[in-house]
């Protein structure tokens, strides 16, 4: 319950900054959010805060991210003490993992600080797979509530949304398929493809519900 509660929290967490990014960016400027998640995180706190918002910026920039990545390299190493089987009960073990795991991080922390590794660009594609994972998640709690013969659309509805989301980002983000597909100004800046991803993406949704409800007509025939 501790975790679900916590789980439920970042959502709301989430929701809050969608909306304050949403009231202080516009249109496509909304993907880069003011040139990345500090920056961001600074912007909006002192537009929208002032002072007080500049104190909370520096806890939210530096404190938090200090435990998140704690916890990051934790889960790193035994997501790797899964996949090998190696028991992380003596200390011996642990630096096995620890070492491999803390080392790549050390390369990308030098490397963004002698400007040969944009961590922006890293952000963005830890961004992406975190909100994909969140989708095939709710998919596949979606069949679980199916199996349970509880109510599925509970799940159903944002896996729809977040598969949208997920394809749609894939097709415009400069990381990713964007880089072939957006278009440039004489000035520079970016244009993005919408008229392409934005249909893509409610396909790629619509395909998946689809798919879903025929699961659950076939399940439904079968009990």
Known sequence: MVFYGAMVSEGVIALIWAAAGCSVYEGTRLLEMGGGCPATVYDICSKTMGSVGLVLAMLGVIACPITSGDTAFRSARLTLADWLNVDQKSYANRLKLCIPVLGVGAILGIGNALGKIDYNVIWRYFSWTNQTLAMIVLWAASMFLLKEKKNYWITVVPATFMSAVSMTYFFLAPECLGAFLNSKTAEGAVVYNTALAYPI???????????????????AKTV
Request: glycine share 6%.
């Open 201 to 219: 993406g409610i396909i790629f949704a619509a395909v998946l519900l689809i798919i879903f409800i025929r699961a659950t007509k076939k399940r």
